[in-house]
């Protein structure tokens, strides 16, 4: 409900509310199992007395992981659901005590409720004997969020002489946020169909939090305008936060910035560039820790106490500087076109970094570092038609970003891509510029660089001892996947099945890289130290790439033909990079397309072993491209991809009858994609981990759902 109400000709009152309940069933189907499943599987099938298969073997092979049925859990044997409630509160007031002031305050309430319920039933069926599972299982939860904000602000306007206008604004304003959180669990059902907590009879538990986070803050600000060319503004910000540590609970913040609009001048006469303008800022925002990093974080498991997170009160906002300089202006009175630079740097990075050891605890949020980020962008309008009945316009767009690590101040360290299994050492978090040796000629400090495993791609790539023995008719050749393999003197790397090559073993005391790395026939070669050499036998980490793209761009087309409206809109993203983690899964499970033979010849066909599984001295292999979902230059991809975002074609009715003002159209997103990228989608990312947990920086394709092809038919009015 929403309602305007003008009390006096000088203060107008406006209040809203709404209310939502919901029912939301958190079953899955399990897509990363759909699509780890051999051809022809039929995840529906049932056993002898009609029930779902809890396991599908032998779709997965070699090993049974991931290999359970992912309808399993639909199929009446589990509940997961939970209820929700909330109700929204708003009312604001204007006042205008003079023609020169203005009065706005807004109060603003949030109630959100959930109720979970999880069980499996007595009798649910797994693979091994698990009673905690099979004798049935119960999950309860109830979760509060309770939220609530204010502000209140003044506005002065004032001519100050007549071709001088000044604005001020001050304004106070504070929010709070209440999260209450209960659950229990248990196992072993003692009656059957009784889904309580006091039915389960064994490893009871409780669990139980709570949270208050409160911010305040300060603000004022003015604007001055003169002669209608010249504009300066300016404000100051004061923020407390229960967020910051005890000892820096207020930080200030604040930004001045100024436009000169040179075509506005009296002497300015340059042809056909108009609407001339310079424009540049310098400004201060902070970014909040979260609420669990001034605390110490403990688990209790069974009455045993571990240390998880040591607290830091410490903490200071994450600060960010920025300058920003641009400029506008109008080609030939048509092309309108913008230049930005903007240069920002962020000090007190919020790090969680790893702790010594005598501590006992792992890790602590700290404000461990600087970043240093350069932005440059650049738009362009172009009005091609304009006429009565009949408008055209493009709109393009282009931006380039680099981040780089300039101070760490702690110990160099690593986190994760985002999933638990294979991407621990994903990111190195490190000032160092180096950009030789393993850093591939990528400077090691840039934010984002992916680093992993690489296997030798050409001949250039092996050590320079190797790399005269490697070409046609030589040991080492580069076959038609295009990576050195090892093939003998006298042989080529076609030769494998005509003279039963594949089952060669190059032992360890002839292989250059040392007795830990024997070589075998036609297999990838990992990068490593030569024999004698410091980690001998171990392949090199370093980096593959990066998960930021090189550039963006968009490109749009607006087109109105009396009451007809069509708009597209391409966007795309350049030069980034993908760790495939579905691929190293495929891999593992004979699901990859490697290893489909259909089209190949006797001469190109390679045997199972040649994608699984990674040899010594890190697995039990001959040195396949499954590294153990770890990362190499085989399974990271370039994501690079050109989309169709958006058309829309819109048709306005006018009124029916006299009444309304009626418009019908149809809008269709993600239309098309243009990629190299052998998975489903390249807009991927894990939200998971325990590093950045920003699925828009871990560049991991880990069975995330694809975006989906949407198509909106839509009708609207105005009255």
């Known amino acids: 409900m929403n309602l305007d109400y003008d009390a006096r000709p000088d203060l107008t009152i406006s209040v809203s509310s709404l209310y939502d309940n919901g029912y939301n069933d958190n079953h899955s189907p399990g897509f990363g199992a759909i699509l780890r499943a051999q051809p022809g599987t039929d995840y529906l099938r049932t056993d002898t007395l009609q029930r779902p298969l809890v396991w599908l073997s032998p779709i997965h092979s070699p090993t049974t992981n991931g290999d359970g049925s992912p309808f399993y859990d639909n199929s009446g044997t589990s509940v997961d659901y939970y209820n929700s409630t909330r109700w929204l509160g708003n009312v604001s007031g204007r006042y205008y005590p003079a023609e020169w002031v203005t009065v706005e305050g807004t109060f603003a309430y ?26 049935g299982n119960i999950q309860l939860g109830n979760n509060g969020d309770e939220a609530f904000n204010g502000n209140l602000t003044a506005s002065f306007r004032h001519q100050l002489r007549s071709d001088l206008l000044g604005r001020m604004t001050m304004r106070g304003l504070f929010d709070q946020e209440n999260t209450v959180d209960r659950g229990a669990t248990g196992q072993v059902f003692t009656a059957r169909d009784v ?35 010249y504009v300066l503004d300016g404000t100051f910000r004061y923020d407390g936060s229960s967020l910051f540590g005890q000892g820096n609970r207020w930080a200030p913040f604040g930004r001045v910035a100024g ?18 303008r310079f424009r540049a800022s310098h400004g201060t925002a902070g970014s909040t820790p979260r609420f669990t990093a001034q605390y110490e974080v403990y688990t209790v498991n069974n009455g045993v106490l571990a240390l998880g997170t040591l607290g830091n009160t410490k903490l200071k906002p994450e600060t960010t500087t920025e300058d920003e300089i641009g400029t506008d202006f109008t080609l030939f009175d048509r092309l309108g076109t913008e230049f930005t630079f903007s240069h920002a740097i962020t000090r007190d990075q919020l790090l969680q970094v790893n702790t010594p050891s005598s501590l006992g605890f792992s890790s602590q949020w700290q404000n461990a570092g600087t970043l240093d980020n350069k932005t440059f962008e650049i738009a362009a309008n172009l009005p091609v038609i304009n006429k009565r009945d009949l408008t055209w316009s493009m709109r393009g767009t282009w931006d380039r970003t680099r981040t780089f690590v300039t101070e760490l101040f702690t110990p160099d360290f690593t986190t994760d891509g985002g999933t638990g299994q294979g991407t621990t050492t994903f990111f190195h978090i490190t000032a160092n510029k ?18 992993g495993r690489k296997f030798y791609r050409q001949c250039s790539d092996l050590p320079s001892s190797v790399q005269a023995n490697c070409g046609p008719g030589k040991d080492y050749q ?15 790397w076609r030769d494998g099945i005509t003279k039963n090559l594949w089952v060669t ?10 007795s830990r790395v024997p070589l075998y026939w036609g297999m990838p070669i990992i990068d490593r130290p030569l024999a004698g050499e410091y980690n001998e036998g171990i392949g090199r980490e370093q980096i593959l790439g990066n998960v930021f793209p090189d550039f963006r761009w968009t490109y749009s087309n607006n087109v109105s033909y009396k009451r007809l409206t069509l708009y597209g809109l391409f966007d795309a993203t350049w030069g980034q990079e993908i760790y495939n983690q579905g691929e190293g899964w495929g891999l593992l499970d004979f699901a990859s397309t490697q290893f489909d033979t259909e089209h190949q010849t006797v001469e190109t066909a390679k045997p199972t072993g040649y994608s699984w599984r990674a040899g010594p001295s890190e697995s039990t292999g001959i040195g396949g491209f499954y590294d153990l979902l770890g990362p190499n230059n085989y ?11 958006e058309v829309t074609l819109s048709y306005r009715v006018g009124s029916i009858r006299k009444f309304g003002d009626w418009s019908v159209g149809l809008v269709g997103r993600n239309l098309k994609t243009w990629t190299k990228y052998s998975g489903l989608d390249p807009e991927v990312g894990s939200n998971g981990g325990s590093g950045t947990t920003s699925s828009l920086v871990n560049s991991t394709d880990a069975f995330g759902f694809p975006n989906v092809r949407t198509f909106t038919f839509f009708l609207t009015t105005r009255f």
């Open 110 to 135: 949030d109630n959100r409720q959930r109720v979970g319920t999880a069980y499996a039933v007595k009798g649910y069926r797994t693979r091994t004997l698990s009673s905690g599972t099979n004798a």
């Open 195 to 229: 889904y309580t907590a006091s039915n389960a009879s064994t490893n009871k538990t409780t669990t139980s939090s709570t949270t208050t986070v409160k911010n305040v803050g300060f603000l004022t600000g003015g604007t001055l305008e003169y002669k209608d060319r």
């Open 259 to 276: 436009v000169w609009r040179i075509s506005q001048e009296p002497w300015y006469n340059v042809p056909h560039l108009s609407d001339l």
């Open 434 to 451: 180096d950009a030789s040796g393993l850093a591939n000629g990528i400077p090691q400090n840039r934010f984002g660089n992916m680093w």
């Open 478 to 492: 580069v076959n038609g996947d295009r990576f050195v393999v090892w093939v003998g003197q006298g042989n080529d």
């Open 505 to 514: 073993r190059l032992s360890g005391d002839k292989s250059p890289w040392g």
């Open 635 to 645: 399974a990271v991809e370039d994501g690079s991809f050109i989309k169709l975002r």
